[in-house]
């Protein structure tokens, strides 16, 4: 597959995709749990993105540098390059996949138990 005159493979596609959708589940998972009054974010490097209002900047250029070094690597000519971006980006993919889905099990607790509080109430 040719994107923006890089010649990318179905490895090299599936891993940025992988790497794209971790992120975006962990991003969108975690600004909505933190909007939910009794859940807290303990990650202080996204608490100080939050409060400066860097987030989803910071996000964004996350997604594009990942995705974009995955793009360049992919022209290598070296097996070896291309092997680590694609590990590279399926791990910390999968990392951020996996993020996302225990903030998917915090959020629905924590929703289950704020309603059964308040129908006991």
Known sequence: MN????????????????????CTVDHVTTYYGVSIPTVKEIN?????LIGSGLWNLVEIILIAAGNGS????S?????IMITCS???LLTAGLIRLSAGFH????????LRMLELS???I
């Open 103 to 110: 903030n998917m099990m915090i959020i629905f607790n924590t």
């Open 75 to 79: 022209g290598s000519k070296s097996k």
């Open 3 to 22: 994107i923006l005159g890089y010649q990318i493979g179905k490895a090299e596609l599936l891993s940025m995709t992988v790497f794209t959708v971790g």
């Open 118 to 120: 308040s129908s006991v």
């Open 70 to 73: 995955g793009l360049v690597i």
């Open 44 to 48: 202080p490097v996204v608490l100080l």
């Open 86 to 88: 694609i590990t590279a």
